[in-house]
């Protein structure tokens, strides 16, 4: 618990910095910072969300879904977690029908009694 607020932490202050100044460097240093957070943390779904959310605030779609696809495949195979969020970026990217493909596997597979799921 105290190595995920210590994580949470360190990102916070590392983000902080980095809008603070608006270099290339810096934002490289909060990419690698998030890749060292994964090492340790890589099977808490909010680390990689959280890293895609930054991702995805720097104008880069492609490597938000990146990601989380990459969470999917190593830590959350069996868990719809990441797979939930990958759908939802896919749906507000405006790619229905990929989105409906992977809501539909989750139904099927990993999850058939979520309810976010049917709703969607």
Aim: with cysteine.
């Amino acid at each position: 618990k105290h190595q995920k607020i210590n994580w949470h932490q360190y990102l916070d202050a590392g983000i902080k910095n980095a809008e603070s100044h608006e270099s290339g460097p810096l934002r490289e240093y909060v990419v690698k910072l998030f890749e060292r957070c994964l090492v340790p943390c890589a099977l808490y779904a909010e680390f990689w969300e959280r890293y895609s959310a930054y991702v995805e605030s720097r104008a880069d779609l492609d490597g938000a879904r990146e990601i989380l696809a990459r969470g999917c495949r190593f830590a959350f195979k069996a868990r719809p977690d990441l797979k939930l969020s990958l759908a939802l970026l896919e749906e507000s990217d405006g790619k229905i029908t990929e989105s409906r493909l992977m809501y539909k596997e989750l139904l099927v597979s990993a999850a058939p009694e979520a309810v976010e799921l049917v709703l969607r």
